[in-house]
């Protein structure tokens, strides 16, 4: 267990639909990441998020979107879903800038039909 | 996106044989991380490098930073049915404003009765 929760699990909804994917770092942490797992592309990182603030942005479409609150969770926004966006979503943490070893989250797997 | 070259793809053992893996990148990198994943599950950080030429053990296993900066090693030793799963390399350049992990395409162990 990493400490990273991911809420939740399983996630099945329909083309054009807005979902929310939520994510709570270890404790202490205050770095945020956002990676995507798709069987074409592997994990892509898609943004990070340091106490509150963006720090990077990545291979992030712009029908995605996300935030990271006083308490140090996440989320992330994905609207006008399309079928290609069906994939395991990954968040990790670590506690500083800089800090290089990064400790995922057990994912959400998001499927559109 | 840009993902690494890790080899070989697949693997198909017998309980007690080493295992060896590389990755290579055609960027340097300042970090190297090698994670497992098992199915249906976040990556597990398994080994952090942070030195061209760095040699590093836990357990089994042990990694090596390439001195090129653009490579990575990871051997297993001694193999026993927990080591099936996913391995994933991942590179960082961990600059400030730029922590994103890279990861490499992924080797699936699998281990042969």
């Known amino acids: 267990d990493s400490g990273v929760t991911q809420t939740p699990k399983h996630l099945i909804t329909a083309t054009g639909q807005r979902v929310t994917l939520r994510c709570s770092p270890r404790?202490?942490?205050?770095?945020v990441y956002w990676y995507q797992q798709s069987l074409d592309q592997g994990l892509q990182f898609l943004i990070h998020y340091y106490n509150g603030e963006e720090r990077a942005k990545g291979n992030i479409l712009e029908r995605f979107s996300a935030q990271q609150f006083p308490d140090l969770h996440s989320e992330l926004n994905l609207s006008s879903l399309e079928l290609g966006d069906s994939a395991l979503y990954f968040c990790?943490?670590?506690?500083?800038?800089?800090?290089?070893?990064?400790?995922f989250g057990p994912g959400t797997r998001l499927t559109v039909l | 996106g840009q993902q690494l070259n890790q080899s070989p793809q697949s693997m198909f053992i017998q309980e007690g044989e080493d295992v060896s893996m590389n990755c290579t990148s055609s960027s340097i990198f300042n970090t190297w991380l090698w994670y497992k994943q098992d199915p249906g599950e976040g990556p597990v950080l398994l080994i952090a490098l942070y030195k061209a030429g760095e040699l590093t053990s836990n357990g089994r296993l042990t990694a090596q930073f390439g001195i090129t900066r653009k490579d990575s090693f990871l051997n297993i030793s001694a193999s026993i049915p927990s080591d099936v799963g996913i391995y994933f390399c991942a590179g960082q350049l961990a600059n400030f404003g730029n922590e994103k992990l890279t990861f490499g395409t992924g080797t699936r162990l699998t281990i042969i009765p």
């Open positions: 990790a943490s670590n506690r500083r800038l800089g800090g290089n070893e990064q400790f």
């Open positions: 404790s202490g942490d205050l770095s």
